[in-house]
């Protein structure tokens, strides 16, 4: 068989895989491997060859840190220096998410992200996770990705037949990566990140995680708050939840953010729905398109599934990009084509790596399995559940229930106050999720919330934005109940002009836990 690399979150288009664990390690705190034990040299920083301005080098680490002296990978690194020296606090360890985003891609885009006075007083210190991108990415064969039954199995035989599937793609993906194949969780992202703390010679790091990045930060807090001076976790993970809580939360908040854009409509004369009743239109185009009614604008060769529907609808719910959806539903109605070019087709691809080390979710058989989408359909009528949360359940079916990264509730016992920051309305890491993973930790953390929509916070606005920054640089928490107010996203946004960036997800066209 070809291999072919699919990089989680990698540079391009490509995309992230899914991967299963047979081994098990401890998630708690004090079973935490200890980084010290790892011969670790200093980077050769050299400029970037994609901007001369950021700095890119690589430090060499062991895949397996229960082994700190065996095979090792080499771990790609951006800095971009603080702009002004004699303010310069420290350095800020980001990741965009995914799980499969490039920190270094994000550290080279940083300039349009983060403040000036962030800028200023922070070397921003973006890294490619083990597996990703720049960073030994996970290979697996073309011919096998491409054999992936439906995600829907209607009967036991059809389950089982996807279990089976997901066990053969987990074992070519071993096969054709090697051994950081079983070593690409979460918590041995968290002791690389401490490793790079070291060399680069810092006693303490700021972070900034968005999203799957919030995990990253959660339990780097947990193994190493000692070391952290500042942390803003954006658009939360609640990595307590189990198969029948992971579903339903994805369900309500994927549903929420349908109903957020319905209000948009009706209260907005610009939307190409205005004055309609939107959810039935919505209702009545997927039961066109589950009779095959639906083609693509200006092809009608090409029809088009509900489930694509959904799943364009739910990524422009992450800008949100609500004007542009209108334009296209209305399209698809009327098989017309559409200013706004959203995906036409499906293309199957597995979840990350990651997520299936990260997370245990067993289903046990077809009925489980049923009952769940069931369930999530009730919650989700007009979604008919989560796009995102259904792809994670259904590309760990068949896979170990022994992971290296089990859930468990977030216990940070020696870290100063952490920022979180959720927004009310988020198509993917739900405020629910912000809520659960602030009330296990209320000692240790502080949520700031934003009344508004869309996936990531801190840009949001001056308030969201000051906020995050005071506390950053001056290290000034705001108090608890903080909330910013939503503002109203334009009318057609920037990505008019052509599809958006989203994060990484389980396959093309759906977005993942990302910024």
């Known amino acids: 068989m070809r291999p072919i690399i699919r990089t989680l979150g990698g540079v391009g288009s490509a995309f992230a895989l899914v991967v299963g664990m047979t081994s098990f390690a401890s998630a708690d705190p004090a079973d935490s491997a200890d980084t010290r034990g790892a011969d670790l040299q200093a980077i050769d920083w050299k400029p970037c060859r994609e901007i001369a301005e950021v700095e890119c080098g690589t430090l060499r680490l062991p895949i397996d840190w229960a ?9 790609a690194v951006a800095r971009r220096k603080a702009t002004d020296p004699a303010k310069r606090i420290g350095i800020m360890v ?20 983060f403040s000036p006075e962030v800028q200023e007083r922070f070397d921003i210190i973006g890294f490619d996770p083990r597996g990703v991108a720049r960073t030994q990415p996970v290979q697996c064969s073309l011919d096998v990705l491409q054999k992936q039954p439906s995600l829907y199995p209607a009967n036991q035989a059809e389950f089982e037949a996807l279990g089976a599937y997901n066990r053969e793609l987990a074992a070519d993906c071993r096969k054709n990566s090697g051994p950081i194949y079983d070593h690409a969780d979460t918590i041995s992202v968290v002791d690389d990140i401490d490793a790079l703390r070291r060399a680069l010679g810092e006693r303490k790091i700021n972070y900034y995680g968005v999203s799957y990045g919030t995990l990253i930060g959660q339990q780097y807090a947990e193994r190493y708050g000692r070391n952290i001076r500042t942390m803003v976790i954006d658009s939360n993970m609640d990595h307590s939840l189990g198969t029948w809580g992971f579903n339903e939360t994805e369900a309500r908040t994927a549903e ?21 009743d939107v959810a039935k239109v919505w209702d009545e185009l997927l039961a066109k398109a589950d009779r095959g009614e639906v083609t693509a604008p200006g092809d009608p060769t090409r029809k088009i599934p509900a489930d694509l529907i959904i799943d364009n609808a739910f990524s422009a719910f992450y800008g949100p990009d609500w004007g542009n959806l209108a334009d296209w ?9 559409s200013p706004r070019a959203f995906a036409d087709e499906l293309v199957n691809n597995p979840f990350p790596a990651v997520f299936c080390e990260d997370w245990s979710l067993p289903v046990r058989d077809h009925r489980e399995f049923s009952a769940l989408v069931r369930q999530a359909n009730r919650i989700a009528p007009h979604m008919r559940g989560s796009s995102l949360g259904h792809y994670a359940l ?37 405020y629910e999720w ?21 996936h990531g916070v801190y840009d949001r606005s001056a308030c969201t934005r000051g906020a995050t920054d005071s506390y ?37 066209g759906l977005p993942g836990w990302g910024k």
């Open 67 to 75: 082994k700190p002296r065996g095979e090792k990978f080499d771990l």
């Open 94 to 113: 980001i990741n965009p998410g995914g799980p499969g985003g490039s920190g270094v891609n994000f550290a080279l885009g940083a300039n349009r992200y």
């Open 434 to 454: 912000a809520v659960g993973a602030h009330r296990q930790s209320r000692d240790t953390t502080v949520l700031l919330t934003y009344e508004g929509w869309g």
């Open 394 to 430: 259904a590309g760990c079916v068949g896979l170990p229930e022994k992971v290296n990264n089990p859930q468990h509730r977030l216990r940070i016992e020696d870290a100063p106050k952490i920022l979180m920051l959720n927004a009310l309305h988020d198509p993917a890491t739900g």
């Open 472 to 508: 950053l640089i001056e290290r000034k928490v705001p108090r608890h109940g903080t909330r910013c107010a939503a503002v109203e996203p334009p009318a057609l946004t920037a990505s008019s002009a052509g599809t958006p960036h989203l994060p990484v997800g389980p396959k093309p």
């Open 256 to 276: 929420d953010s349908f109903t957020e854009f319905v209000k948009w409509c009706d209260r907005t004369a610009s939307c190409a729905l205005h004055g309609q």
């Open 329 to 337: 539903l209305v399209a698809l109605g009327a098989g017309k084509a």
